[in-house]
C-alpha cells in the first residue's frame, strides 16, 4: 500500500468550512460542537456566543496542528469474473454449445420479429 501525504505550503490563509451541531442544554445554555472532532466545543449562553467560543477553541487547536490530504493507493483487485475465463477452452462439447445458443438466439429473434410485425400490422388496420 502506497501512501502520500500532501502537504502544501499555505501563502494566504484558506478560509474553511466546518459542520456545526448546536445543542441546548438543560440550564438553558447553549453547546457548539465541531462535527467530526467532538471534543472542540464551545459553551455560550445564546446560540452566537457558543459558535464564537467554538471558533476561538478551534484557531487554538489549528495553530498547532494543520490539515493535510492522505492519498491512499485502492488495493489492486482481481476481477472476480477472470477465474472463470478460458475454463471451456478444451470441452469438446463447447463448440456445440455455442452451436444450439446461436441457433435458439436465431428462434427467439424470429419471434420477436413476426410479433411486431402483427403488431404493426394491427396498427395499421386501425
Known amino acids: 500500500m502506497n501512501l502520500a501525504v500532501k502537504s502544501t ?3 494566504t490563509t484558506p478560509k474553511l468550512g466546518y ?3 448546536i445543542e441546548n442544554q438543560q440550564d438553558g445554555t447553549f453547546k457548539a460542537i465541531l462535527l467530526g472532532l467532538p471534543d472542540c466545543e464551545g459553551l455560550g449562553n ?3 456566543e457558543a459558535i464564537e467560543k467554538l471558533s476561538l477553541n478551534l484557531q487554538t487547536r489549528l495553530e498547532t496542528a494543520k490539515i493535510v490530504t492522505l492519498e491512499i493507493e485502492a488495493p489492486k483487485a482481481e476481477n472476480p469474473w477472470m477465474k472463470f475465463a478460458g475454463m471451456f477452452k478444451d470441452d ?3 463448440d456445440e454449445m455455442l452451436a444450439y ?3 435458439d438466439r436465431r428462434e427467439l429473434d424470429a419471434q420477436v420479429e413476426e410479433y411486431y410485425q402483427q403488431l404493426d400490422a ?3 388496420t386501425k
Open 46 to 48: 445564546t446560540e452566537t
Open 122 to 124: 394491427e396498427n395499421k
Open 19 to 21: 459542520d456545526v451541531l
Open 9 to 11: 505550503p499555505i501563502i
Open 101 to 103: 445458443i446461436e441457433a
Open 92 to 94: 469438446p462439447q463447447f
